[in-house]
């Protein structure tokens, strides 16, 4: 995940930031005010945000203005924070393919919260099953 992070800051930049640590610096607090879920969780743990109990975006900036791949960049940062390792992307899943049958409930509960929607009186995976349906038709109409 770090890696991703770093390379969505990298296409942020203009070619005559990149060399700049400040500039660097500067650009990953923008892109952590507007970062949601687990990028917004690595932006706390390097120090982006305001909250942050740490700041070693410097141990990040310095190494990008030197032009160090951001794997690299990544190994260097573990060393001093190994919380960044256990930051993961969460699986996106794909309504139009999947089976729902598969799906474990947690699952089925993730897909109802993106669409902001709530399953009352679920009580089996059958249940949220159905309901996951539903929705996942009326999305395939308003797509047509």
Request: charged share 35%; with cysteine.
């Amino acid at each position: 995940m770090c890696v991703g992070v770093l390379q969505k800051l990298d296409n942020l930049l203009q070619p005559e930031e990149k060399s700049n640590q400040q500039a660097i610096e500067n650009k990953f607090r923008e892109f952590c005010e507007s970062a949601k879920k687990q990028d917004n969780r690595f932006c706390y743990y390097v120090g982006g945000l305001e909250e942050s109990a740490t700041k070693i975006i410097q141990e990040l900036s310095r190494p990008l203005s030197w032009g160090m791949p951001p794997i690299k960049v990544c190994e260097k940062l573990v060393k001093k924070d190994a919380q960044i390792c256990d930051l993961r992307y969460e699986k996106t899943i794909d309504l139009k393919t999947v089976d729902l049958k598969k799906l474990k409930v947690r699952d089925l509960k993730k897909i109802l919260s993106e669409f902001d929607e709530v399953c009352d009186g679920c009580v089996e995976k059958g249940d949220f099953i159905k309901k996951v349906e539903v929705i996942r038709d009326a999305q395939l109409k308003t797509e047509l």
